[in-house]
């Protein structure tokens, strides 16, 4: 509340032509770069935005003319919704929005596992084991020889990283039924992401440039 009763004293100060003291100064500076960013965010192919910001370089691929268009506004979906959770991964935050992003992103990245299963190493997706449908790509992938073994095996691991973010109850002894919740581990899990998540989106991205330069 004393948030909102500061921003209700700058508007009014504003409207009033008033001097703003120097801790409202840097709020309304600080909220027009905010607005400034989501501007810009909004103006770029959000499947680009996204990608680049994870890698920190040019994609330097035209993802759109491979996975097509359908597939792409999909993905580009996946990537606007990690970027409204955090408008960059070097501002992933350790708390429950953390495991949205995480999740948002993980189906970005499957959109890409699934071309290069079918479109690049010509297999047949198949289920893993206890592995869900999705994961089971990731861990077909790194099963094979090839140049996204290594992307496969990271988001393998990201996925026990995602499950490990929901809330997990267990018995609080052996002789009782008494039940307790262990909070997530969100500085562990974002540590984490920002390792290996840029390592496998380069490992993908590296793997489709060298298949269609041929």
Not at 6 to 11: E, F, P, S, V
Not at 79 to 97: D, G, M, P, R, Y
């Amino acid at each position: 509340m004393d948030y909102l009763k500061t921003l209700d004293n700058i508007k009014n100060s504003i409207s009033k032509g008033e001097e703003l003291n120097a801790t409202n100064k840097l709020i309304a500076i600080g909220l027009i770069e905010k607005e400034k960013e989501s501007y810009r965010i909004n103006e770029e192919d959000s499947f680009v935005y996204f990608y680049e910001d994870v890698i920190d370089s040019e994609i330097a691929f035209d993802f759109e003319e491979k996975l097509t268009a359908p597939v792409y506004e999909v993905a580009q979906s996946d990537a606007t919704n990690c970027i409204n959770t955090f408008s960059s991964i070097k501002k992933l935050e350790e708390n429950s929005s953390l495991y949205s992003w995480l999740q948002n992103a993980i189906r970005f990245t499957d959109h890409l596992a699934l071309h290069y299963l079918q479109e690049i190493i010509n297999e047949v997706p198949e289920k893993q084991g206890d592995a869900g449908t999705e994961r089971s790509r990731y861990i077909q992938i790194n099963q094979k020889k090839n140049d996204a073994e290594k992307a496969g095996r990271i988001m393998d691991n990201l996925y026990d990283c995602r499950n490990n973010l929901e809330h997990r109850k267990i018995k609080d002894s052996e002789v009782s039924d008494y039940q307790r919740i262990i909070p997530p581990n969100y500085k562990r899990a974002k540590k984490q992401v920002i390792k290996r998540y840029p390592e496998a989106l380069i490992c993908f991205r590296d793997s489709f440039v060298e298949f269609y330069a041929k």
